[in-house]
Nanobody, 122 residues
Framework: VQLVESGGGSVQPGGSLRLSCGAS????????MGWFRQAPGKEREGVAF????????YYAGSVKGRFTISKDNAKNTLYLQMNSLKPEDTAMYYC?????????????????WGQGTQVTVS
């Protein structure tokens, strides 16, 4: 199983980026997948998730209304559209997947991780 993120970069405040996470060797259409981020000196935090077979989504309060998570089952790809970016969104963003349907915000409960993609807002 391999998760590969792309789409990070540097952007000015108020700008947009779209992150992608391609999954190979993993049938993820029903299981919980999402995005975490980690800024220097801070704990990894859950940002956005899709779970319960894709019927539900969760967003951290700090990104609600600005970020949108989606997935393309045909392409085995998870996306995170990030709009109205703020300097506090600067972090390494990780795609993660777990074996179960249900939502978890605990990084240790995820089974697969991508290598991360850097997002810098300044």
């Amino acid at each position: 199983v391999q998760l590969v993120e792309s789409g990070g970069g540097s952007v000015q405040p108020g700008g947009s980026l779209r992150l992608s996470c391609g999954a190979s060797g993993y049938t993820y259409s029903s299981n919980c997948m999402g995005w975490f981020r980690q800024a220097p000196g801070k704990e990894r935090e859950g940002v956005a998730f899709v779970y319960f077979g894709g019927s539900r989504t969760y967003y951290a309060g700090s990104v609600k209304g600005r970020f949108t998570i989606s997935k393309d089952n045909a392409k085995n790809t998870l996306y995170l559209q990030m709009n109205s970016l703020k300097p506090e969104d600067t972090a390494m963003y990780y795609c993660a997947a777990r074996f179960l349907w249900g939502l978890s915000l605990r990084p240790e409960e995820y089974n697969y991780w991508g290598q991360g993609t850097q997002v810098t807002v300044s």
